[in-house]
């Protein structure tokens, strides 16, 4: 009885200690946020009293509602985001390193400098960066800033 309950424990113990792995994050930089339109916020001017003796107007108070977009610029790729949490959106430091991951439909933000906790933001676009598509196709970027220097210099 004792050999087993020591096997138990030991089975136990060993897949307490196969932790998982922390999850790899990416790095980038926070280049900018712009307030973009996201929908509209009304409210009638109907009451319970006014419904049953039919003297409300159709007055309606609409608003524009807000969102904060960030620019999220990588090694590669240049990412719109927008915060997945409408109604308490953090505001982030613009020009500072933010370290995401991609998690099934979610880009997962957190920024160290700030208070370093993971929020939710929903990807509107990526672009691949320019700089990095002409480098990658072969040098054909390369020689064209090359001969631009040049003439530049040839200029002087």
Not at 40 to 48: L, N, P, R, V, W
Not at 56 to 72: F, R
Not at 116 to 122: C, T
Request: proline letters at 4%; charged letters at 30%; glycine letters at 8%.
């Amino acid at each position: 009885m004792r050999v087993w309950m020591v096997v138990g424990l030991v089975a136990a113990t060993a897949l307490n200690v196969q932790a998982k792995d922390p999850p790899a994050y990416e790095k980038g930089v926070l280049l900018q946020m712009d307030s973009s339109s996201c929908g509209y916020a009304e409210k009638d001017g109907k009451t319970i009293a006014g419904e049953i003796f039919g003297t409300d107007g159709q007055h309606k108070n609409t608003k524009v509602v807000m969102c904060q977009e960030y620019v999220l610029q990588t090694e590669r790729v240049t990412y719109r985001i927008r915060p997945k949490d409408e109604k308490h959106p953090v505001l982030l430091p613009v020009g500072e390193t933010a370290q995401f991951r991609i998690h099934k439909d979610k880009l997962l933000l957190r920024v160290p400098e700030a208070d370093g906790k993971e929020r939710e933001y929903l990807v509107l676009s990526m672009t691949p960066r320019s700089e990095v598509c002409g480098q990658q196709a072969g040098g054909a970027g390369r020689n064209s800033l090359a001969s631009e220097r040049q003439a530049r210099v040839s200029r002087r």
